[in-house]
Nanobody, 125 residues
């Protein structure tokens, strides 16, 4: 059974940096995309960044450009999300997800059906 294990997160001061990790196991085929989503109370999960595991192309939400970087391990079994210059609005619960086929919108929650357990990020000022 495919599972995604997340690590990282926690409480960080504004202006600091944070690195989240997502590792896949139990899979028999290469995912097409890894993606990261953020959810805050009362709102749905919003796409932050995604990476194409075949082309290595990266996709970012407008709000993520410049401070957030998604990367993929060489073996394509782990995805990372680096957030720098943290702001209070970066806080939320971060989920990683994988998709197994091409998608026109790589940051759309409905395109993904395999999810990690989520990890909480708190930004203190």
């Amino acid at each position: 059974q495919v599972s995604l294990a997340q690590s990282g997160g926690g409480s960080v001061q504004a202006g600091g940096s944070l690195n989240l990790t997502c590792t896949i196991s139990g899979h028999s085929e290469q995912p097409y995309y890894f993606a990261w989503f953020r959810q805050i109370p009362g709102k749905g999960r919003e796409g932050v960044a995604a990476v194409n595991c075949w082309s290595w192309e990266r996709y970012y939400a407008d709000s993520a450009k410049g401070r957030i970087t998604i990367s993929l391990s060489r073996r394509k079994t782990s995805a990372y999300l680096l957030i720098t210059s943290l702001k209070p609005e970066d806080a939320g619960r971060y989920y990683c997800a994988v998709r197994w086929a091409f998608a026109w919108d790589t940051l759309l929650r409905e395109e993904y059906n395999t999810w990690g357990q989520g990890t909480q990020v708190t930004v203190s000022s």
